[in-house]
């Protein structure tokens, strides 16, 4: 069984930054694939980027390319989202979740085990 808990959410003015992170138990970390999702107010929970087993590759959604990243420790089991830039539509709970295979997906659906989600809020 793997539990995940996100850390690192909170309020920031807009062009500001915030790192939210992502600690996972478990014994199968290093073999499984990672993502990020968000979920704004009033809207579906979607994609945000995504790394895998290894780190050696990442995708990111449209809307954070060039302005997020995503990274992973597997030694100390965790993935981290390093947010810059952030504009008030990034407002939103975001997730993390760990696929049981090693490479990577955007479809929520094939994630199996979620963290709790922390909110992340960007004023004007």
């Known amino acids: 069984q793997v539990q995940l808990v996100e850390s690192g959410g909170g309020l920031v003015q807009a062009g500001g930054s915030l790192r939210l992170s992502c600690a996972a138990s478990?014994?199968?970390?290093?073999?499984?694939?990672m993502a990020w999702f968000r979920q704004p107010p009033g809207k579906e929970r979607e994609f945000v980027a995504t790394?895998?087993?290894?780190?050696?590759?990442?995708f990111y959604a449209d809307s954070v390319k060039g302005r997020f990243i995503i990274s992973r420790d597997n030694a100390k089991k965790t993935v981290d989202l390093q947010m810059n830039d952030l504009r008030r539509e990034d407002t939103a709970v975001y997730y993390c979740?760990?696929?049981?295979?090693?490479?990577?997906?955007?479809?929520?659906?094939?994630?199996?085990?979620w963290g709790q989600g922390t909110q992340a809020t960007v004023s004007s």
């Open positions: 478990g014994h199968t970390f290093s073999s499984q694939a």
């Open positions: 790394i895998s087993w290894n780190g050696g590759r990442t």
């Open positions: 979740a760990a696929r049981a295979y090693i490479f990577i997906s955007t479809l929520l659906e094939e994630y199996a085990f």
